[in-house]
């Protein structure tokens, strides 16, 4: 992985990856912990569907304006992929950019989500 940008409603923070280390690009220029990096993209790959819901709107969903967006760059061609996560009520949606339709995320999944981006230093 070479890149990734997560965006919430606190702001668009990019992390970028150089010779082993992480360091944040924007909207601070810093280095970062790389146990805390490492862990928040743990969290992300250990995202799994619970259910996949009937079609709907994004909104419905909750991802119209969802909670988190996730955008990672990776590969000697610099694929792109992007996850975004929204709630809806009590329930936890997330799609992928090359998913049509959302899947239900268990909540536990989100709550580390979360606590790992929190982990990271401001």
């Not at 970028?16 to 969290?43: C, F, I, M, N, Y």
Request: glycine share 6%; net charge neutral.
């Amino acid at each position: 992985m070479k890149q990734f940008t997560v965006t919430t409603a606190q702001g668009r923070r990019v992390f970028e990856k150089s010779q082993g280390k992480w360091k944040e690009t924007s909207p601070k220029t810093k280095d970062e912990p790389a146990d805390k990096v490492e862990a928040l993209l743990d969290r992300l790959r250990e995202l799994r569907a619970a259910s996949f819901p009937k079609a709907g709107s994004s909104a419905s969903f909750g991802l119209a304006n969802p909670a988190y967006q996730f955008e990672v760059h990776f590969g000697a061609t610099n694929e792109t992929e992007s996850v975004e996560i929204g709630t809806a009520g009590d329930k936890v949606y997330g799609r992928r950019s090359t998913d049509p339709l959302p899947c239900e995320l268990p909540k536990s999944a989100l709550d580390d989500v979360d606590k790992a981006l929190k982990d990271l230093p401001q």
